[in-house]
């Protein structure tokens, strides 16, 4: 069953400008759901059709089943919106602006404020609910516009870069909060340009440009495609120069270099044998000492046992390995690989 | 589908922001008593004790007499007699007085010759200048009475010479003119007190409904009431409920103010001024909304206003009869409400008109509000 659901879903502004362009979109319930795209993609305007601010110029789309432009109340009760922007009255309270948006949503008058302290404890910002939101931390101010938007029970809850500008720790607590309200029930639409973010807390990702949806997997269904089609494109490349005449040799080096895994050891027993050992190993293509003691390698990375012999390697030496990593594609390099394609494409 | 609920939180937000906000508070209640403390003080006050000399260059019992009269007229403050013609125009010629009396040698021989009394007067200060004419005119007019005697006068201006004087001669008993002034000896203030209060209203109705529908739109917190299942018309009508009570505070600030200090009278009663003061608001803050429906911002918003705010003030008759103005003006005014709540204003104040005589306003003022909110909430703009 799908929380959200749209077809061929389109905005045409009055300047003639298509924001939104037969977009469709599925997104399950109890998921949470990762919403990607450069700025000027077409994101907000998709949460503002979704949220029923404005009306859709054609297509169709559901929240919870329910149609925005045909029955918008009964959207706007299912939904949740933390917006960028801390949008509560900063001269009211914590509590009082809870209040305010409790009684907007016409919650029971006799379980409203025992709701509210609920959330709060949940959230942990109740040390604070007599404070004026203007008073309020960036952290706080986001635990309390939470709150706010969760008092009507919100089947589906929209954060739009709901982290930005929050340092590390905070930052985590919010994770852990988003995870734990995803556990209640609550499907989780994300909106962020923070691809850790999204690559840690989300189920799927959907990658918008150009008011088109470009891509739609998980997070690792996404790192893993690209790194396909990297090797595909690579592979490609490199047929083709070895096919042309000999003084691209220097050109080949270099897509070859392209084609190399970034790997890093720190060993607790470092000497020269070990260093011997693991620049003879047959994925190795370069090794070199950095000055904090890391061994950085080049590995071939279109084999997939290559880390796995490195590793044998240097530990049949002798090596005892006190930290390790390799550098995968991120979630930000699709990012940028599939909104830079549409880019090409629309120039074309 | 009215939700009292919904309409009471923006009250209640209005009146928690006003008490932890001290200053603002006092600004609202500032602003008025300001307003009438300028333009009462400012612009409807009377001229008294511009500075003059008396050059006197006779002396006697007429001189005496003149001289006594000059010094208990409210509208000169004699900075001193002289008997030195020069010096007389000297002073004024350097600003340091208004205007020079001045009385010739021969002012109080017995005779039967024309006395030409002369006004030196500095003429580049129009205001000043046009009083003293005057009153001087009624000085001489009344001496020249009492004595029988033939007294002109001559204006002299002080920076066009030599001056071309015009006598001033007086004019026998032969027409009285009666005046019959039918609502009183009204003075400009009084003239000037309804039509700033209707202003006041119309500025910080129209100021304030910018804040608080372009503000709020701007920093988000209209969108987050417009995502609740709330129509358009109830969010805008809580924000209306809120000015209102604040406009309707600062109204009462005005009329008290208006009666402390200026002892402005109101003919029509106290209720019958409030009422009309509530119908203007209300029309302002209509026209508020009409505007601010589909301006994002705060800053959109003030230049938005402006040229309709701007205008509304100098051609709606607040300062100047409208049948003073230029045609084109007077016809401009005819489609400002503040003309309207400007005329029921003075009268119920000024002629002790009752709510039934000023009716036509009234509907007009009505008719307007109507159009605003029509016009506003259908124009209103639920994205943001």
């Given at each position: ?15 003639n ?23 000027g ?13 404005i ?22 009760n ?35 404020d ?23 931390s960036g ?49 989780i ?14 189920d ?70 070990i ?19 890391r ?13 796995q ?24 390099d ?15 | ?8 939180w ?27 403390l300028l ?23 007429l ?7 000059i010094?208990?007229?409210e ?9 030195s ?16 009396i001045?009385?010739p ?27 003293l ?50 609502y ?27 804040a608080?529908?372009a ?47 200026f002892n402005v ?9 409030f ?51 230029p ?11 503040l ?11 000024l002629?002790g ?25 259908k ?6």
């Amino acid at each position: 069953m799908n929380a959200i659901e749209t077809k061929n879903l389109t905005k045409v502004y009055n300047n003639n400008f298509t924001a939104v362009n037969s977009l469709n979109l599925e997104i399950p319930k109890g998921s949470i759901f990762g919403m990607l795209g450069p700025n000027g993609a077409g994101k907000t305007t998709t949460i503002k059709m979704l949220t029923c601010l404005i009306q859709p110029t054609s297509g169709k789309a559901t929240v919870g089943g329910y149609d925005v432009q045909k029955n918008p109340d009964d959207v706007r009760n299912l939904l949740g919106m933390v917006p960028q922007q801390v949008s509560l009255y900063k001269d009211l309270t914590v509590m009082e602006n809870s209040q305010l948006c409790a009684d907007y949503y016409g919650v029971p008058q006799d379980e409203r404020d025992s709701r509210i302290e609920d959330l709060m404890e949940l959230v942990d910002i109740k040390y604070a609910k007599d404070k004026r939101v203007g008073q309020l931390s960036g952290g706080q101010k986001q635990k309390a516009s939470l709150v706010a938007s969760l008092v009507h029970r919100p089947d589906i809850l929209f954060l739009d870069e709901p982290t930005i500008g929050l340092d590390p720790t905070t930052k985590r607590t919010l994770w852990d909060l988003i995870r734990e309200l995803n556990d209640n029930g609550h499907t989780i639409i994300l909106c962020s340009h923070d691809m850790h973010e999204v690559d840690m807390l989300c189920d799927n990702v959907g990658i918008i440009n150009t008011g088109n949806l470009v891509a739609y997997d998980t997070p690792q269904g996404l790192k893993d495609a690209l790194l396909e089609s990297n090797k595909q494109d690579l592979t490609d490349a490199l047929s083709k120069i070895s096919d042309e005449s000999e003084d691209s040799d220097s050109k080949k080096e270099d897509l070859e270099n392209l084609s190399l895994k970034k790997m890093s050891v720190l060993l607790k027993n470092q000497d020269d044998e070990i260093i011997e050992t693991i620049s003879q190993s047959d994925h190795v293509k370069s090794v070199e000492v950095a000055r904090n003691g890391r061994i950085n390698l080049r590995i071939d990375s279109f084999d997939d046992m290559a880390v796995q012999n490195v590793l044998n390697d240097i530990i049949s030496s002798g090596g005892i390995i006190t930290s390790i990593f390799t550098e995968e594609p991120s979630l930000e390099d699709v990012f940028i690989k599939s909104t830079s394609e549409v880019n090409e494409d629309d120039r074309a | 589908m009215i939700e009292p609920k919904k309409f009471w939180w923006m009250i209640k937000k209005e009146l928690i922001s006003l008490k932890r906000h001290p200053a603002r508070l006092v600004s609202i209640l500032a602003f008025p008593i300001i307003m009438i403390l300028l333009f009462g003080y400012g612009m409807g006050g009377e001229m008294t004790d511009l500075p003059i000399v008396v050059v006197s260059q006779s002396d006697g019992d007429l001189t005496d007499l003149t001289l006594d009269t000059i010094k208990s007229t409210e509208t000169y403050h004699v900075v001193e007699v002289i008997d030195s013609l020069d010096e007389g125009k000297e002073r004024v010629d350097s600003g340091e007085v208004k205007a020079a009396i001045i009385l010739p040698s021969d002012y109080d021989k017995d005779s039967n010759q024309q006395k030409g009394v002369t006004l030196y007067i500095d003429s580049s200060d129009q205001m000043a200048s046009q009083i003293l004419e005057s009153s001087t005119q009624g000085i001489f007019y009344r001496i020249s009475n009492m004595v029988a005697s033939q007294t002109s006068v001559s204006t002299q201006d002080a920076h066009i010479k030599p001056s071309i004087s015009h006598s001033l001669n007086n004019f026998k008993d032969d027409i009285s003119l009666h005046i019959n002034r039918i609502y009183g000896n009204i003075k400009y203030i009084d003239f000037l007190v309804p039509a700033i209060l209707g202003m006041t209203i119309m500025m910080s109705c129209m100021m304030g409904m910018g804040a608080t529908i372009a503000g709020e739109r701007e920093t988000g917190e209209l969108a987050r009431l417009f995502m609740t299942p709330t129509s358009v018309s109830t969010v805008i009508g809580g924000k209306i409920a809120a000015k209102l009570l604040i406009e309707l505070v600062r109204a009462l600030i005005l009329i008290f103010m208006a009666v402390l200090l200026f002892n402005v009278s109101i003919k029509g009663g106290f209720l019958q001024t409030f009422i009309v003061l509530v119908i203007g608001a209300l029309c302002f803050v209509g026209f508020g909304i009409m505007l601010s429906a589909r301006t994002q911002t705060q800053e959109d918003y003030a230049q938005i206003s402006l040229p309709f705010s701007m205008p509304m003030m100098f051609v709606s008759g607040v300062f100047y009869p409208i049948e003073t103005m230029p045609w084109i003006l007077q016809k401009l005014a005819y489609v400002f409400p503040l003309t309207y709540l400007n005329d029921a204003m003075r009268g119920i104040m000024l002629k002790g008109q009752t709510l039934g005589d000023v009716w036509l306003d009234l509907v007009v003022l009505l008719g307007f509000t109507v159009l605003f909110f029509i016009i506003g909430v259908k124009r209103f703009n639920r994205d943001v």
